[in-house]
């Protein structure tokens, strides 16, 4: 616990409407969008200029406690999770859109700020930012850069990186840094926009985030193909790539999820089908009708039992918003919903689609799959009941074979929503040791007293994890916590 | 009831809000297993107009029903934050349409409210005035009689006047009192009209507290409308309020006991559907089935009911109506009670009959499902807040560039008005059977 004198210092420095302790707000404060891990903060607190936060810092190296930066709240990897010893850096009320510069087509804008609402407001005047990840309605262009967040339309547009121009940051240590301009070319010094974007909040604070925008595309066609199952969709997927056409979006749902989400949505999908791809191409209006025609008799040729083509982009949209919700339409099924990024190259998409269906039957669990078909990026997800602990550790035992069965076939554990506290234990598997030396020096240098965002994608070492312990209870409840660490909440 | 109110304790202990829930019976189903279903995603925040006001996480769904949990658990007490934000949400049901895990986010706030009174002990001024104002027809004159006599003496432009000059408490209240209808419809109508056209059928209505007391022209124009399009119209004068005020503030005891009443009353007139204008009655009313599904001797026939009670716009868009000679002449748009578009699912039906009656005139409303901030009594007890969110929807309406808004329950038409008055506005605010009534009226 943080000492009473720590918060009143905390207290002065935020005002005393801005610095949050109570039961009921740490509570509110102690998880994310991820299954199963949630854990108590010390405080709150609600920042309200960049040098507040750059002293918050510096308080926070005095003292050793530690800081975690959080956006919405939306993340799926346990980002925003309060380690022991910690205060929340609330950052979602900065949310303004500070600059649209039309003759250089890029935007400032806060950390805080609506993905979705941004992207509504650069098209009405019609520019366009593309990384749309499936909670854009919700989730932060700040909390996007800490993960690098990826979306549907990643495969011809890429992810969050591709369109982040530079930054204002506030270090571990609390000094404030600057990062790039609105240069589209710049190659002076290393490169250390991208070490920070998707450090998960452990290297630094974003504080302003310069984006790049692109032209609104003139026009976009949505499709659907109903398959008897996975094998006929990744032919489709191949024979797209083949015929060197870029859809904009090329997504997969596997039946569970069909089901899912035609019971939130009634969008009179077809509950019989196997699998379906759900496809959309844009640019020019004349490009779009020829690609979309052209898709449609692929997927006929792939074996595709029907082919929808939705009318016009309303039902476009209707239909890629009911793909958004497929993750949390899963959860109708079960109460507790677990969902991972294991990502695969494009190749080796039906492999990996079977053997996770395979793997799910041998653990006599269920598991819903979608994905980004597109870029291999899928999503197993499990469904299960936290209380029913045999159940869990069912899932957890099918999740192990399936991100080393990725790793195998050359793929990675995580594909868009990032390491956090969830995929920390399957780090080592993926790189060798040179690598996990260099991240580990990499934060040891940054951020010394280990105090922003500890315990997220690696170890460093012990002293991170907060303070000692003294007591024998602050010990028995520690190794107690060792050896079930899903129970880390009460 | 045993439940702790202290926060000293943090050991768990299971079932509080379950049986706490059990013991007012209202949700049977309200559990551990419907908690459960939030995985937290956060979908739910973007929709929530109390988490847009405070940003924060306690205020939102996804808060709401981790403190919900909390409190099963032992964790927190009922009393203090907890009991501030199960009475702060709105109940508009904005993330329940907005949840694609179907979380049944109202049951489990209308559980925790109840379960918050069944906690309480001692003297509650709130259950008394809602219990002595809402469930006879008497007390209701009583305060309607009050009100009246306070516009008509003029008392009431000092007050507004003064309320301008030191914007307070009380004085600020007083604002929001609408002005009131001169008479009850139920007591001008008879007890059963005829058809104006072949009969198709008899439906009866509920005439509604608020609604008649407030709008009693818009219960007139409700009966008009059916007669126009065939239906014998049954106005039973024993009917009682629906019992929604008192359910949706934890009072499920008053809340059966007017169900039951109005169970026999509405048996008592042989109509095929049972038609309410408002859309908070016709909710409650088509959840008289849960109300008393643990009622041996009424669960029957409350399922009957329940199936039998149609929304106004719901029921002259499924059984068809006839479209009037001419359109609504001046700009119109149309707004989304939450009981209707969240509770009810009923959001086609009224704007597409709003659209075909206004023709070119029709205007979209940017964030129509948005809570306009009136919500039962929200608007008394949460006076600051309710303003923000009128000003939120006043700014859309300004901004489509309506001079009359259409709405399905007198909570909204009255927000909204008070709204516009105040703000001195040129904008009418009607309900939808007022609007068409208008319309057929002119062609005679
Ligand atoms: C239904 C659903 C669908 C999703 N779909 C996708 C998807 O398609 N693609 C995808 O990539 N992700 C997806 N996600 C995951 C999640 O939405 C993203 O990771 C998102 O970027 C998180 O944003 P947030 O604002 O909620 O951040 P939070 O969850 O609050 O935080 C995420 C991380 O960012 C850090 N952080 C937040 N703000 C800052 C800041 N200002 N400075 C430094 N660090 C910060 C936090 O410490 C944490 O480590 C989905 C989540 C849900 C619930
Ligand atoms: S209520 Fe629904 S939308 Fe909101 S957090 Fe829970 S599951 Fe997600
Ligand atoms: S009912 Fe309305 S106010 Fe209450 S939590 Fe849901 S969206 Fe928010």
Sequence with gaps: MISDGVKKKLRDLFGKSCFLDSTEDRIAYSYDGTALLSSLPDAIVIPSSVEQISRLMRLANGEKFAVIPRGSGSGLSGGSIPSENSVVLLMSRWDKVLELDRNNLTAWVEPGAITGKFQTLVESHGLFYPPDPGSSQICTLGGNVAENAGGLRGLKYGVTKNYVLGFEVVLPTGEVMHIGGKNMKDVAGYNLKDVLIGSEGTLGIFTKILLKLIPLPQASRTLLGFYESISGAADTVSAITAARIMPAMLEFLDKPTICAVEDFAHLGLDKNTGALLLIEVDGPRSAVEEEAAAIESICRRSGAKSVRLAKDEAEGTKLKAARKSAFSALARIRPTTILEDATVPRSELAAMVDFISETARRHGIEMGTFGHAGDGNLHPTGLTDERDHAGIAHVESAFDEIFRKAVDLGGTITGEHGVGMAKKKFMESLYDTPFIQLMRKTKEMLDPNCVLNPGKIISVSPRCEGALPKSREQIERLTAKMENPSEAYF | ?444
């Design chain 2, 1 to 444: 009831m045993s439940h702790r109110n202290s926060g000293e304790d943090l050991g768990p202990k299971k079932g509080g809000m379950q049986s706490g829930a059990r013991a007012g019976g209202f949700h049977p189903e309200m559990s551990e297993d419907l908690l459960a279903q939030c995985m937290h995603c956060g979908l739910c925040l973007s929709v929530c107009p109390t988490y847009a006001l405070t940003g924060l996480e306690r205020s939102s769904p996804r808060g709401r029903i981790r403190l919900m949990k909390s409190v099963m658990d032992g964790t927190i007490p009922v009393a203090g934050t907890f009991e501030y934000e199960m009475n702060f949400c709105l109940d508009c049901q904005a993330c329940q349409t907005a949840c694609p895990a179907g979380v049944k986010y109202g049951e489990l706030v209308e559980s925790a409210r109840e379960f918050i009174q069944v906690n309480k002990k001692g003297f509650k001024l709130k259950r008394l005035l809602l219990r002595t104002f809402f469930v006879g027809k008497s007390g209701l004159r009583a305060a309607s009689a009050l009100l009246r006599l306070y516009q008509k003496t003029g008392l009431e432009k000092i007050v507004i006047f003064m309320s301008g000059v030191f914007p307070i408490g009380i004085l600020k209240r007083a604002r929001l009192l609408p002005r009131l209808s001169d008479k009850f419809a139920i007591d001008i109508l008879p007890e059963f009209v005829e058809p104006k056209v072949a009969a198709r059928g008899g439906v009866a209505i509920l005439t509604g507290c608020v609604m008649d007391a407030m709008f009693a022209e818009a219960n007139l124009d409700t009966v008009d409308v059916l007669r126009e399009n065939g239906w014998r119209v049954a106005i039973p004068h024993t009917q009682v309020c629906c019992g929604s005020v008192n359910g949706h503030a934890g009072d499920n005891v008053t809340a059966r006991a007017l169900a039951i009443r109005n169970i026999e009353v509405f048996e008592g007139t042989q109509a095929d559907y049972y038609v309410v204008n408002s859309a908070g009655c016709s909710a409650f009313m088509k959840e008289y089935v849960k109300l008393l599904a643990d009622n041996p001797q009424y669960s029957d026939r409350a399922k009957k009911f329940s199936g039998r009670v149609k929304e106004f716009s719901e029921f002259i868009y499924e059984t068809g109506y006839r479209k009037p000679k001419s359109k609504i002449e001046s700009t119109v748009t149309y707004h989304e009670a939450c009981h209707l578009v969240h509770t009810q699912k009923i959001s086609a039906q009224p704007r597409e009959i709003v659209k075909d009656i206004a023709g070119d005139n029709y205007r979209e409303l940017n964030e129509s499902t948005w809570c306009c901030g009136s919500a039962g009594i929200y608007n008394i007890v949460h006076y600051d807040e309710a303003a923000e969110l009128l000003d939120r929807k006043l700014e859309n309406i300004n901004r489509c560039d309506a001079r009359t808004v259409i709405a399905g329950n007198p909570g909204c038409l009255a927000q909204i008005a008070a709204g516009a008055k105040n703000g001195r506005m040129d904008l009418e605010v009607i309900h939808l059977a007022t609007a068409l009534n208008r319309l057929y009226k002119s062609e005679k």
